[in-house]
Every structure is written in structure tokens, then in C-alpha cells.
């Protein structure tokens, strides 16, 4: 069985099952990818946003790939890591620290990056902002 899930206004999935079960499950691991979620730039609201994956060599000649929502109107950019088991993505909504680990605050809940983590990098302070 296939079907035809719209996970957002803009993108849809084509999920397919062998019984209704397996077709229940894969349309909900369709619907819970945050990456559909944001239809809009968290910064200036603008609906003019496209996927976007950045090939970076590191000091060792490592290549590493980013995976990005780009804003095309003011450029900010909304980065996903990736589990290290099954290789699902998820949006980076909170501040990290050297290790790429969410810091925690005093309730012990990780600290919310600003515009829900749509971040503008600026060259007069070299920071995301």
C-alpha cells in the first residue's frame, strides 16, 4: 500500500507499508521530521526558505556534510545534527557546548537558541546571532 502524506503545505511524502500497521507507522515517522516543520524563517517570518547541504573539509581533509533550512531573504539558517544511531536529523533549537551537547540551565532543561534556533551569522561580532 502507498500513500501520499502532505507533511506540510510546501513538501510531501510518499510513505508506503505491506498492512495498515506498517503504513500507520511510516506516515507518522514522516510527520514527526522536524525538518518539515518550519515553513517559515524563524528571524523575519519570510515563507522564502529552501534545504540546503554544505560540503566543509575540516583541518584533517575531512569532508563533513551540514544539513541547513537557508532563509532567502535574510540569509539566517536553521542547522540539523544527526543521531549517531539510525541517522535521524533533528533541528539545533538549543545553545551547545564545545562538544555539541545542549548546555543546561538552572531547571536542568537545555537553554532556547533565539527565533527558535534560525541563527544570522555576524561577521562584526564572528558570532551566530
Known amino acids: 500500500m502507498k500513500v501520499t502524506v502532505w507533511v506540510n503545505r510546501n513538501v510531501s ?3 508506503e507499508g505491506s498492512d495498515d500497521k ?3 507507522e511510516a506516515i507518522a515517522k514522516a510527520q514527526s521530521h522536524q525538518f518539515f516543520a518550519d515553513t517559515a524563517c524563524g528571524k523575519c517570518k519570510s515563507e522564502n526558505i529552501k534545504f540546503q547541504v554544505r560540503t566543509v573539509k575540516d583541518d584533517d581533509g575531512e569532508e563533513n556534510n551540514f544539513h541547513e533550512l537557508v532563509c532567502k531573504d ?4 536553521l542547522a540539523f545534527g544527526h543521531s549517531k544511531t539510525g541517522g535521524a536529523m533533528y533541528a539545533k ?6 562538544k555539541g ?3 543546561k540551565g538552572e531547571d536542568d532543561k ?5 527565533n527558535k534556533g534560525w541563527l544570522k551569522w555576524n561577521k562584526e561580532t564572528k558570532k551566530n546571532e
Open 13 to 15: 511524502v510518499e510513505c
Open 22 to 24: 506498517s503504513l500507520f
Open 74 to 77: 535574510c540569509y539566517a539558517k
Open 93 to 98: 533549537r538549543l545553545e551547545t557546548g564545545a
Open 101 to 103: 551537547k545542549a548546555i
Open 110 to 114: 537545555g537553554i532556547p537558541l533565539p
